[in-house]
């Protein structure tokens, strides 16, 4: 059964849930934030969802709550960070926030980390450059789910990759996996008993399937568009974990515990984050105002018979939380599930019960 929630409530609940791990009250607010802000944009497979099996790395050691990020090595507009397993929303957040002092410094900021591990969605943290009148991107490397072309079985990992464009309060943001789909939406499919559709996954022997049943003991994801997410992937793979000394490909461990083997080797996942002063070649006014002519083009371009609207990257996810921010939001039946197993783990009440008893008891 799916659940309505307000947003700050499941915050209080998934700050409540890291403070059992004895993560300070700062890192849990702006993790909790981070997740929500996901779960408001309706990407629930990279929401509060995957928050149960990254507390699980804590009491194995796999991560530390403790532990704060250090910048290793740096130039002016360069900086890499060494994330000492830390929580990784937080080292994150920081590296992005460093490419953005650097951008505004010298036009431009990349920073790469290593020894992290899921930072849930991209975009997040490319919107953060894109808040600042920065252009964001951020990208990492993941233990291999995706095949590629000719090959059979998992190759390199889903390496997402996000942008966001400076328009307002509401950035423009494309946040991807550079597979057909995001691994968990398979997860999620099988666990719902659904098919799924054709083009995003292969089974074990490499042949096209449409049923999850197999994932992700067997089988493999396929790349977006074809060789051309196998491409950019690669492009991640590169800039995420060869060039700052992450793990990379099969050498990364799932940072799911219960899938990364036994005894699960720590997450060294490799990800980047960059800043561009989208004002430093013209004016900021000049972007503005030549962003805005770009987003009503894209919004008064002429529609295809039985579409109403074009939407701009990020837009529905905009309007998703704003909805959210109102009127709550439905929580899916495997999020909520999730969030039962986190309560149970931290030994908190689950507190949303009552809502949906509440819910059941008003006339429909
Ligand atoms: N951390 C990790 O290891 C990891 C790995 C893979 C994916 N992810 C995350 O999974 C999430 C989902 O990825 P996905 O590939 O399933 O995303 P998706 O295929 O659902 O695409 C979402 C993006 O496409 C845009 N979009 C969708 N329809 C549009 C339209 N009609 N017009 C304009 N834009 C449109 C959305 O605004 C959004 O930016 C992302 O947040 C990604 O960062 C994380």
Request: proline share 7%; charged share 20%.
């Given at each position: 059964m799916?659940?309505?929630?307000f947003p700050d409530a499941l915050e209080a609940f998934a700050v409540q849930a890291m403070h059992r791990?004895?993560?300070?009250?700062?890192?849990?607010?702006?993790?909790?934030?981070?997740?929500?802000m996901t779960d408001t944009w309706g990407v629930h497979t990279h929401g509060t969802r995957q928050l149960r099996a990254l507390l699980k790395n804590f009491p194995i050691g796999r991560l530390n709550a403790q532990a704060a990020a250090e910048v290793v090595r740096e130039g002016g507009a360069w900086a890499l960070i060494d994330g000492h397993h830390a929580l990784p929303f937080v080292t994150a957040t920081r590296a992005m926030e460093l490419a953005i002092r650097k951008a505004k410094t010298v036009g431009i900021g990349y920073v790469g980390v290593m020894n992290t591990s899921h930072f849930g969605a991209a975009g997040?943290?490319?919107?953060?450059?894109?808040?600042?009148?920065?252009?964001?991107?951020?990208?990492?490397?993941?233990?291999?789910?995706?095949?590629?072309?000719?090959?059979?079985?998992?190759?390199?990992?889903?390496?997402?990759?996000?942008?966001?464009?400076?328009?307002?309060?509401?950035?423009?943001?494309?946040?991807?996996?550079?597979?057909?789909?995001?691994?968990?939406?398979?997860?999620?499919?099988?666990?719902?008993?659904?098919?799924?559709?054709?083009?995003?996954?292969?089974?074990?022997?490499?042949?096209?399937?449409?049923?999850?049943?197999?994932f992700p003991e067997g089988g493999a994801l396929l790349p977006m568009a074809a060789h051309?997410?196998?491409?950019?992937?690669?492009?991640?793979?590169?800039?995420?974990?060869?060039?700052?000394?992450?793990?990379?490909?099969?050498?990364?461990?799932?940072w799911v515990p219960d899938l990364a083997g036994h005894p699960p080797d720590f997450a060294n996942q490799g990800q980047v984050f960059m800043a561009i002063d989208a004002g430093m070649m013209l004016s900021p006014l000049e972007f503005e105002e030549r962003m805005r002519w770009l987003a009503d083009y894209i919004h008064e371009t002429p529609k295809a018979a039985g579409a109403e609207r074009t939407y701009l990257p990020g837009e529905m996810e905009w309007?998703?939380?704003?909805?959210?921010l109102r009127e709550g939001f439905d929580l899916p039946?495997?999020?909520?599930?999730?969030?039962?197993?986190?309560?149970?783990?931290?030994?908190?009440?689950?507190?949303?019960?009552?809502?949906?008893?509440?819910?059941?008891?008003?006339?429909?």
């Open positions: 799916s659940i309505r929630v791990q004895g993560i300070s009250d700062d890192d849990a607010r702006l993790a909790a934030q981070i997740l929500v997040y943290y490319a919107t953060r450059a894109a808040e600042a009148g920065m252009i964001g991107i951020a990208m990492c490397n993941a233990d291999p789910q995706m095949t590629i072309p000719g090959a059979r079985g998992k190759v390199l990992g889903t390496n997402p990759i996000a942008y966001a464009l400076p328009n307002g309060d509401k950035p423009v943001f494309l946040d991807i996996a550079t597979s057909a789909v995001a691994a968990n939406k398979v997860i999620r499919a099988k666990l719902l008993g659904q098919m799924i559709p054709e083009g995003w996954l292969t089974d074990a022997d490499g042949r096209p399937t449409t049923d999850p049943s197999g051309k997410g196998y491409g950019f992937a690669l492009l991640v793979e590169t800039l995420a974990g060869v060039m700052t000394g992450a793990a990379m490909t099969r050498q990364q461990p799932s309007e998703r939380r704003e909805r959210a039946p495997d999020v909520v599930e999730s969030l039962r197993g986190l309560a149970s783990d931290a030994g908190i009440p689950f507190p949303f019960e009552e809502a949906a008893a509440a819910d059941r008891s008003q006339p429909q």
